[in-house]
């Protein structure tokens, strides 16, 4: 089209570019006009007869608009025009927004909501002018990133850029939790491709994106406020989530799974926010954690099959039932394979929530849902569980035929290695758990009974040994010697 300069952008879309000061025309005015807008920019398919007509209406009108109100726009200012349709009237209209180069800033004529940015919804309790100004400023750089032609990569801005990447690789180094969207690796790749660039002038490949991205940042982790966000899985309304019923009463039939995967996802989730690299690797952990069950299910599924194959325990081929060890077993065949497709299902799935979009896409589904992510921490801890409930399964199958074909010397030997492992267990149990206080939980709360019985039990023991001790007869003494002691008649 005339007046306009068609471009392609690095990653392949095209966009057209019209210059200031050159007089605008169109079938609503008759004569030429001097025009008071600025650079104007459109990715508009502007070799569409139609559409071509349609900007220019709208730039008559906005200039008309402009020059009414006496409204004066500076030099390096970007108006961006598009096209919309109206699902109120089903009319097209005109979206546009104008990009100040020297304020780094986006603006409209109009009083605009700042509710319209996309990521309003997800940050909560936006009150300070500071924090929407990065989210205009991202917006700026993400217009850059759009029309790359509209200015050209100085070497402040490279300079900003690198000083951003090397602090955002040290808070990496020294922190597990630092708030950065990438991992060290990708942050030294963006720092080298920074450092490439300086001295020159580019405008149609630049690090745009990088800068968007690291500025919108700030909006996330209330930058420079009193509730700043300091750590990427750390709360800044300091919300404590409860657990619904579902949790409550499922967990402890699947072995507290749920409550680990649970706490993970929150601290992921935190604000309503995905950490990428925080999910990474969770996922990485995730699949790994999958394959081994896979693997040790297999073999408790081998092992089930070699214990049914014993002749004493294949005993009732000529029954019409099976034997509770037999029983047993089968539950416990049931339970592996349960486990080996769950978790060959789960890494198929998990293999394609890589990216960031697909990542918030799929959580934010799961969090519109009634119990939220305690589902997913439910899904997550079912290979697990389904092992754990196998072999606890397999073993009371071989528990069954040790006590019940067996003489008294078996049980008791067999008794008394139970009793033994049974005690290792319980203490790795009680040794490892992590207290959290206020913890309403059922089972937290009988669990926390049984370790206070415990502790008061071993505490009476010892004070009764100690009074035990105190007693004379108790205590013992030097044996005599008979010879000396005896009495001569």
């Not at 050159?22 to 008071?36: F, K, P, V």
């Not at 990496?172 to 969207?181: G, V």
């Not at 507290?256 to 925080?278: E, Y």
């Amino acid at each position: 089209p005339d007046e306009w300069v068609a471009y392609v952008h690095p990653e392949g879309a095209r966009y057209f570019y019209r210059e200031r000061n050159i007089s605008c025309t169109g079938n609503h005015h008759d004569a030429m006009i001097s025009s008071r807008l600025p650079r104007i920019f459109t990715d508009i398919n502007l070799y569409d007869p139609d559409k071509l007509e349609l900007i220019t209406k709208f730039m008559v009108d906005m200039e008309d608009y402009i020059r009414a109100r006496g409204i004066d726009i500076y030099p390096n200012v970007d108006l961006v025009l598009d096209l919309k349709r109206n699902t109120e009237d089903d009319q097209i209209c005109c979206a546009y927004y104008f990009a100040s180069h020297d304020d780094r800033s986006i603006f409209w004529l109009d009083d605009f909501n700042a509710t319209y940015f996309d990521r309003w919804d997800d940050i909560k309790g936006v009150t300070a002018a500071s924090q929407v100004g990065y989210e205009i400023e991202s917006q700026y750089w993400y217009h850059c990133q759009q029309f790359p032609t509209c200015r050209e990569m100085d070497i402040k801005t490279i300079s900003e850029l690198s000083d951003i990447l090397i602090y955002c690789i040290g808070d990496l180094m020294t922190s597990d939790t630092a708030n950065c969207p990438y991992d060290i690796p990708a942050l030294q790749d963006m720092l080298a491709l920074t450092n490439s660039i300086k001295g020159e002038k580019l405008t149609t490949l630049s690090p745009y994106f990088l800068i968007f991205v690291l500025v919108r940042q700030r909006f996330y982790n209330f930058h420079g406020l009193p509730a700043a966000r300091l750590e990427r899985e750390k709360s800044v309304h300091g919300t404590e989530v409860k657990r619904s019923p579902l949790v409550i009463l499922l967990s402890p039939l699947l072995f507290f799974a749920p409550d680990i995967h649970l706490a993970s996802l929150n601290k992921i989730w935190g604000d309503g926010l995905v950490s990428q690299t925080s999910w990474t690797a969770f996922i990485k952990q995730l699949n790994t954690d999958w394959q081994d069950l896979i693997i040790n299910s297999t073999v408790l599924l081998n092992a089930n099959v070699a214990f049914l194959a014993i002749q004493s325990i294949d005993d009732s081929s000529d029954k019409k039932g099976r034997s509770p060890a037999q029983i047993s077993s089968y539950i416990s065949i049931i339970a592996s394979i349960g486990s080996i497709i769950l978790g060959l299902l789960l890494i198929r799935k998990n293999r394609s929530k890589e990216s960031r979009a697909i990542t918030e896409a799929f959580l934010h589904s799961q969090k519109r849902k009634y119990t939220g992510l305690e589902t997913l921490a439910i899904m997550y801890s079912l290979p697990y569980a389904l092992l754990m409930w196998a072999m606890l399964t397999f073993l009371s199958a071989f528990s069954l035929m040790c006590f019940t074909a067996s003489d008294i010397a078996v049980r008791m030997l067999v008794g008394t290695a139970w009793l033994a492992v049974a005690v290792l267990v319980f203490w790795c149990i009680m040794t490892s758990w992590e207290d959290k206080k206020n913890d309403d939980r059922w089972y937290m709360l009988l669990f926390a009974f049984g370790t206070k019985s415990w502790q008061r039990l071993s505490w009476a023991s010892s004070v009764h040994v100690e009074k035990i001790n105190c007693f004379s007869w108790t205590k013992t003494r030097h044996s005599m010697d008979s010879d000396q002691t005896v009495i001569s008649v």
